[in-house]
């Protein structure tokens, strides 16, 4: 077990929270389809007494993604927003937390229509730079909340200098790594405390999966995040976290294609006269290429941009026509599955950000989030070419 706990990526990927089941030598280990365990007297159970509180299955997902992600504690929730929801409750009435403008739609509609309930307050903060997360740091502030690449508009927040502000004034760095994953980005390693996952996206990755997860070395806040799981409940089923662990086991071939398919398309996008804009950071034209190349990076040290593009068509007209002639990609909500995806976030992903904000950070109604799958490229690429040639 050790040895694999310190090897590489793609082994622990495969290995680790996974061994073979000791009751029969099967390989793969079992779907624990339990709700309760038996106790052989009073209060004695092997560990394990009732599946909201702990399960076998749920274990091993939780070990895994904590070795991933460099952390000491996994915690896998039933969805993205249910983890923000964890994390969210952890603070109390009064508190308040910075939050990068430009997030995904949920995680804005959370916290502006749910969580506002109970008096915890947000700022929207531009994060791409550090004065305006410096400037609205108050004395009942208690974390700064990223996404970095943020959804839809791929901006970055420079996570290793926010985490280090964040330290020096007692705050939390929590960084949403559901774009990147992992393979492309450890947040922890940069000095973030939290790092949490829709895995409905590239972990799960083949986009049949709803579910969640957080990742800390930090043992008080985990210890409140076992307890909040348990509490509130928000559990995924032992099948999906099998699910998730079998789809774990290859991660990291399905980000290196996810990742050179993405870079050929970002070229070949940028050169298009109907793309009045792009919003890639494996471009050299990104205003924060530069970031990118350090910051977002495979276990074995090469650049990596990950699978998300989104582009200006220059309207609503525009965006629509371009989607209804896309024959591979699919028109959808959600990013991160084997199969290439359009999504129009005006509409669909970010419908709920009310339209002077989504536009103070450019997302106007003819963005266009391309999710490039792992399918051949030059498929993909063909088949961009002949619908933005409607535009032509
Ligand atoms: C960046 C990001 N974070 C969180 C979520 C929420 O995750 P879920 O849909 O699994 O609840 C999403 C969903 O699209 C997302 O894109």
């Given at each position: 077990?050790?040895?694999?706990?310190?090897?590489?990526?793609?082994?622990?990927?495969?290995?680790v929270?996974?061994?073979?089941d000791?009751?029969?030598?099967?390989?793969?280990?079992?779907?624990?389809?339990t709700?309760?365990?038996?106790q052989s007297?009073?209060?004695?159970?092997?560990?394990?007494?009732?599946?909201?509180?702990?399960?076998?299955?749920?274990?091993?997902l939780?070990?895994?993604?904590?070795?991933?992600?460099g952390?000491?504690?996994?915690?896998?929730?039933?969805?993205?927003?249910?983890?923000?929801?964890?994390?969210?409750?952890?603070?109390r009435?009064?508190?308040?937390?910075?939050?990068?403008?430009?997030?995904?739609?949920?995680?804005?509609?959370a916290?502006?229509?749910?969580?506002?309930?109970?008096?915890?307050?947000?700022?929207?903060?531009?994060?791409?730079?550090l004065?305006?997360?410096?400037a609205?740091?108050?004395?009942e502030?208690?974390?700064?909340?990223?996404?970095?690449p943020s959804?839809?508009?791929?901006?970055?927040?420079?996570?290793k200098a926010?985490?280090?502000?964040?330290?020096?004034?007692?705050l939390?760095?929590?960084?949403?790594?559901?774009?990147?994953?992992?393979?492309?980005?450890?947040?922890?390693?940069?000095?973030?405390?939290?790092?949490?996952?829709?895995?409905?996206?590239y972990?799960?990755?083949?986009?049949?999966?709803?579910?969640?997860?957080?990742?800390?070395?930090?043992?008080?806040?985990?210890?409140?995040?076992?307890?909040i799981?348990?509490?509130?409940?928000?559990?995924p089923s032992?099948?999906d976290?099998?699910?998730?662990?079998?789809?774990?086991?290859?991660?990291?071939?399905?980000?290196?294609?996810?990742?050179?398919?993405?870079?050929?398309?970002?070229?070949?996008?940028?050169?298009?006269?109907?793309?009045?804009?792009?919003?890639?950071?494996?471009?050299?034209?990104?205003?924060?290429?530069?970031?990118?190349?350090?910051?977002q990076?495979?276990?074995?040290?090469e650049?990596?941009?990950?699978?998300?593009?989104?582009f200006?068509?220059?309207?609503?007209e525009?965006?629509?026509?371009?989607?209804?002639?896309?024959q591979?990609?699919?028109?959808?909500?959600?990013?991160?599955?084997?199969?290439?995806l359009?999504?129009?976030?005006?509409t669909?992903?970010?419908?709920?950000?009310?339209?002077?904000?989504r536009?103070?950070?450019?997302?106007?109604?003819?963005?266009?989030r391309?999710s490039i799958?792992?399918?051949?490229?030059?498929?993909?690429?063909?088949?961009?070419?002949?619908?933005l040639?409607?535009?032509?």
């Open positions: 077990m050790s040895r694999k706990v310190n090897s590489g990526f793609a082994t622990r990927a495969i290995h929270g996974q061994e073979p000791p009751a029969t030598g099967a390989v793969v280990p079992p779907i624990y389809q709700t309760t365990y038996v007297d009073l209060g004695v159970h092997k560990g394990f007494d009732y599946s909201r509180a702990a399960n076998p299955t749920r274990r091993g939780e070990e895994n993604l904590a070795s991933l992600e952390g000491q504690y996994g915690i896998a929730f039933s969805s993205g927003m249910a983890a923000l929801s964890a994390l969210m409750t952890h603070f009435s009064g508190d308040h937390v910075i939050v990068s403008a430009g997030v995904y739609g949920g995680t804005y509609r916290i502006t229509q749910v969580f506002n309930r109970f008096d915890l307050t947000a700022s929207w903060v531009d994060t791409t730079t004065g305006p997360v410096a609205a740091i108050r004395p502030t208690r974390a700064i909340i990223i996404e970095s959804n839809p508009m791929m901006s970055l927040t420079d996570i926010v985490s280090a502000l964040a330290r020096e004034r007692g939390l760095t929590i960084v949403d790594n559901t774009f990147m994953t992992p393979y492309c980005q450890r947040p922890l390693e940069l000095g973030a405390h939290v790092v949490y996952h829709s895995t409905t996206k972990i799960s990755g083949h986009s049949d999966i709803i579910g969640g997860a957080v990742v800390t070395s930090d043992e008080q806040l985990a210890e409140d995040l076992y307890f799981q348990k509490t509130l409940g928000a559990v032992p099948f976290c099998w699910l998730t662990s079998r789809s774990l086991k290859t991660l990291a071939i399905r980000m290196d294609r996810h990742n050179s398919n993405a870079l050929q398309l970002g070229r070949f996008l940028v050169e298009r006269p109907e793309v009045k804009a792009i919003y890639y950071p494996g471009l050299p034209s990104h205003p924060q290429y530069d970031l990118a190349v350090t910051q990076r495979t276990p074995t040290g650049p990596a941009f990950g699978g998300m593009i989104s200006e068509t220059g309207s609503l525009n965006a629509r026509a371009v989607v209804q002639r896309l591979i990609f699919t028109l959808a909500e959600s990013l991160g599955g084997v199969e290439s359009a999504n129009h976030p005006a669909m992903t970010h419908a709920s950000v009310p339209r002077e904000v536009e103070s950070y450019k997302l106007t109604d003819g963005l266009i391309l799958g792992i399918e051949d490229v030059e498929d993909l690429e063909t088949d961009l070419a002949q619908a040639a409607v535009l032509a």
